[in-house]
């Protein structure tokens, strides 16, 4: 099915930052209509953590909003970039990848991004077919077509040259070989988040300097995570990951404000900008309720990751669990090694995956968020009896809950 110009225009721009440049965008898509030859669109991932989570997946939705549209999208793992390190945000040079830590995060991606494109007509690539095959005087040609005064009008080196800190020579290289990715596949437009424009307009330059009509980018903004305050980060554990399960994933998006809400409708599933800004008129007028409205919105996201009865049933689950403020039906066990005859609180939620880090199950302990057999633990100093043969029933936060079961350190 081809679709006309007007609509794709608005469809692929939907929630962008940044179309650089737009007019050029249009006389791309109108003559690919007019040729029947679909556009070239890259998407970039360093595999530098195993799992990937809904924020990323704001740009791998714009990439099948293209596939629906009938254009062949690049998913670009940068095993080659990735053992550099994408230097964008980061205040220090940032600790390199091993290639078996590389290949190994790579694998998961593979398995993860089609829970959202066509596996059919997804391209998936390794930018290390041909930056690893550069010789050192490849390199050095490459390296002369920027100049260290282009580089440093990067914000995070500007600032950490201004302050006096360190920057690895080998960091200039990211942007450039990210800029070459585009060479070699041709791209009519790249996409990325916000952090990412300048990577995405060096390739711009790159492209004009060897001769090629320079790719089109487009930004999207950075999703906030649960806090409504940082970027969503695994490290921060304000996350939804892409493999959390339908009951987790949609308890997770029932936490997020009402005000955030109405960016992840926009950002996180297909709705236009003009049905977003019907349902905010109707929360905003009483019509509608802005829990039923984030209902809806949690049920849509966990069908788009599973399906649409996994939704249905996780929204049973969380009224069932938070309406009727009891226990979830099915309780996760976990079983943690210890030795002794206690052990730290905060070291428990971390060892069952109730907190990210000693300091975030802290953070929980101190804001009476964690419950030990129903009764609330406030000293972040707490002690856990390793003895008890039934097993304590671990709550933290809202959602985080699981049965220990110790056993014994081999």
């Keep these: 099915m081809t679709y006309d110009l007007e609509y ?3 469809y692929l721009t939907k929630g962008c930052i940044d179309v650089i440049p737009r007019d050029e965008l249009k006389a791309r898509l109108e003559a690919s209509i007019a040729g029947g030859e679909p556009l070239t669109v890259k998407v970039g991932f360093d595999p530098s953590a195993p799992d990937l989570h809904i924020g990323h997946t704001v740009v791998i939705r714009k990439m099948r909003h293209f596939q629906q549209m009938g254009h062949r999208v690049v998913f670009l793992i940068g095993d080659f970039t990735g053992l550099i390190g994408d230097p964008t945000g980061k205040k220090a040079t940032r600790p390199q990848l091993t290639e078996a830590e ?16 066509d596996p059919e007509t997804t391209v998936i690539d390794f930018n290390s077919r041909w ?6 005087a490849d390199w050095i040609r490459l390296a002369a077509k920027v100049t260290v005064a282009q580089m440093l009008e990067r914000d995070d080196f500007r600032k950490r040259y201004e302050a006096q800190k360190p920057i690895a020579l080998h960091e200039f290289l990211y942007p450039l070989a990210q800029a070459y990715d585009s060479v070699m596949l041709e791209c009519d437009v790249e996409l990325g988040g916000t952090d990412q424009l300048f ?4 390739g711009r330059h790159l492209m004009r300097e060897q001769g090629l009509k320079p790719q089109i980018v487009m930004t999207l903004p950075l999703l906030e995570g649960l806090d409504g305050v940082e970027k969503m980060s695994k490290s921060l554990g304000n996350y939804i990951a892409v493999e959390d399960g339908p009951v987790e994933m949609f308890g997770k998006i029932m936490s997020i404000s009402d005000e955030l809400m109405w960016k992840y409708w926009l950002l996180v599933t297909d709705s236009m900008p003009e049905e977003v800004e019907a349902m905010k008129k109707a929360v905003a007028a009483g019509e509608r309720h802005p829990m039923e409205v984030k209902k809806e919105l949690a049920r849509s996201i966990v069908a788009d990751f599973h399906d649409e009865e996994a939704g249905k049933a996780a929204e049973e689950e969380f009224n069932r669990v938070f309406s009727s403020r009891r226990l979830p039906s099915e309780i996760p066990e976990k079983e943690i090694s210890v030795e002794g005859e206690s052990i730290l ?5 971390v060892e069952a995956g109730l907190a990210p880090s000693n300091s975030q199950a802290r953070r929980l302990i101190s804001q009476n968020a964690v419950r030990l057999d129903g009764e609330v633990i406030s000293d972040p100093k707490a002690q856990v009896d390793t003895g008890s043969k039934d097993g304590p029933l671990l709550q933290a936060g809202k959602r985080g809950i699981a049965r220990i079961v110790f056993s014994a350190k081999a």
């Design 8 to 10: 794709q225009l608005e």
């Design 102 to 117: 590389i290949q190994a995060n790579a694998e998961t991606y593979r398995r993860q991004i089609f829970r959202l494109l």
């Design 131 to 136: 930056l690893g095959a550069l010789s050192s």
């Design 199 to 202: 990577n995405l307009l060096m």
């Design 345 to 349: 609180l905060s070291k428990l939620m």
